[in-house]
């Protein structure tokens, strides 16, 4: 009689056990943003409505154009180290694979990466390589996808070009190892590594410095920002996609949006085009005769210096 309450009972335990649920949510601080500032993401992971501590989170950010952020973020501290397939080495080097540090504006760029199978089965790896400007905006991506045979290592140098109007300072290389691309539920196999190399010039010029907005809120298992930039910024929509593996499997994503504030004609540049539209409606209200909804920025119901104001803020931004 014990035995078959045994028997009865134990598959109802094993559902129990395996109805855990993993939660991943995430957001960004505003829906819409414009040139030079600064995108907050956060997220959280929890697993029965607890944190988790030790996770690992795949996130892809896209635009109309493709790929534009790859990045592997933490929730908390992650210790363990028995990784599927793994990072063993990244650095910037010459097209040879020699290392080095420094690359001048106009020049092509390298990248060695070396990753290890562990496992005893072979492992489909996407390698994503995202590069960041000393801005803190994104500079580029580039990306592998392919086998890696058990217990080896394959190793790939991947060149970038440096356009001549790049910033100047320490650049970030953040690399990531993804079964799939996020976007199609891919996951990561372990942390990311990154690494740095300047952008110089004959000349030397030291780099802008940025500034870089606070976060505000209650404490999410990982965060991270992307300054979008002033010039080329990309007009439309963003896709944020999040993925992460922790016994079951979680997704999110999200979408904002970029646009170009000042810019009046919706000509893609805020110059003096646009400062002349504001001149013209200068003084004016919504009963006014020259009064042109466009012009009135800050939605106060008149074009005046606050108006002014705000296309001289963003004055020379680019959209793209
Ligand atoms: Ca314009
Ligand atoms: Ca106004």
């Not at 990244?90 to 020049?107: H, I, Q, V, W």
Request: hydrophobic fraction near 35%; proline fraction near 5%; charge should be negative.
């Amino acid at each position: 009689m014990l035995l078959m309450i045994t028997i009865l009972l134990t598959p109802l335990f094993i559902r129990n056990i395996s109805a855990s649920t993993l939660t991943l949510t995430i957001t960004t601080d505003k829906i819409t943003y414009t040139a030079g500032e600064t995108v907050n993401i956060q997220g959280n992971l929890t697993l029965d409505g607890e944190p988790v501590h030790d996770a690992i989170i795949a996130l892809e950010v896209d635009t109309k154009y493709g790929y534009y952020v790859f990045r592997t973020l933490k929730t908390g501290t992650v210790e363990h180290l028995n990784w599927l397939v793994e990072i063993s080495d990244l650095y910037p080097c010459d097209m040879y694979g020699n290392r080095k540090e420094a690359f001048t504006r106009g020049s092509t760029g390298y990248v060695n990466i070396t990753w290890k199978n562990k496992s005893t089965t072979v492992q489909t790896v996407l390698t994503a390589i995202y590069l960041q400007f000393s801005t803190g905006s994104p500079f580029t991506v580039f990306y592998t996808i392919g086998q890696t045979s058990a217990n080896s290592s394959s190793y790939w140098i991947a060149s970038f070009p440096i356009p001549s109007s790049s910033p100047y300072g320490t650049t970030t290389i953040y690399a990531s190892l993804f079964t799939d691309f996020p976007k199609n539920g891919g996951v990561p196999y372990c942390p990311e590594r990154n690494a740095t190399f300047t952008i110089t010039s004959t000349l030397n010029i030291a780099s802008q410095p940025h500034e870089t907005q606070g976060i505000s809120t209650s404490t999410p298992s990982f965060q991270t920002s992307i300054l979008l930039p002033r010039t080329d910024l990309i007009l439309d929509n963003y896709i944020i996609y999040a993925t992460c593996k922790y016994g079951t499997q979680a997704n999110a994503h999200k979408i904002f949006e970029a646009i170009l504030v000042g810019d009046i004609n919706n000509d893609k540049k805020v110059d003096m085009i646009d400062i002349g539209f504001v001149s013209q409606g200068y003084g004016s209200t919504p009963t006014s005769p020259n009064w042109d909804l466009r012009c009135d920025l800050n939605s106060d119901d008149k074009i005046d210096m606050k108006d002014i104001g705000i296309v001289c803020k963003y004055y020379g931004c680019t959209g793209a």
